[in-house]
C-alpha cells in the first residue's frame, strides 16, 4: 500500500490576512475615512466615552479670552474676600451700606467661577468649554443687571461705575460669541 502525504496544514492567520484585517476594522469602525472626511475610531471607545473634542481649529484668540477671563476673576474675588470696602468705595463712590460679609461671599463664589475658567483651560473637550462659556456669560449678564439697577436705585453714576457696566456688556458679547463659534459644525471640505 502506498501511502498518499497529505499536503502541509496550512493555518489561516487573520492577523496576516488582509482581507481579514480590513473586515474587522470595518466592523469596529477603526481607522479610514468615510465621505465626508471623517476618521473613525472605535465603536467600543464611543459608547463608552462619548466626548467631543475640538475637529479644527479653535476660534483667534480663545485661550487668550480664557486666561484674561481666569485672571481677571481671580484677582477680583481675591479683593473681595481681602478688602470688601476698598473694593466697594472704588466702584460705587459711597459708603456701603450693607456688611462686609455679603461682599466677602461674593468674593468666594467669584473664585468659584474662575477655577472653572482655568480648568476649561487645560481641556480640549467642546461641551465642557461650552459650559464654561456659558456660565461666564451669565455671571457678567446678572453682573450687568445688578449694578446697573443699582446704580439706577442710588440715582448716581461715576464714570467707574459707568465703564463696570458697559465693560459687563462687552463680556458677555466676547463670551457669547465664542460659545456659538464653538457650536458650529466645522466645515467639510
Known sequence: MATKSHPPLMKKHSQSDLVS??????????????DDGEVHRSKVRITRCPEIKFSGREPLGFRVWLVVSAVMLTVLALMALTFPIQLYD??????????????????GALLSI???????LYTTEKVIIRWTLLTEACYFGIQFL??????????????????LVFSRVAFVGISLCYYYQLGRRSKKI
Do not use: C, H, P, Q
Open 90 to 107: 472704588a466702584i460705587f463712590d459711597e459708603e456701603l451700606v450693607g456688611t462686609k460679609m455679603s461682599i466677602r461671599l461674593y468674593g
Open 21 to 34: 484585517r480590513l473586515k474587522t476594522r470595518k466592523i469596529l469602525g477603526v481607522g479610514g475615512e468615510d
Open 146 to 163: 445688578v449694578t446697573a439697577i443699582t446704580l439706577v436705585e442710588n440715582g448716581t453714576v461715576s464714570n467707574k461705575a459707568l465703564v
Open 114 to 120: 474662575s477655577l472653572v475658567i482655568w480648568n476649561a
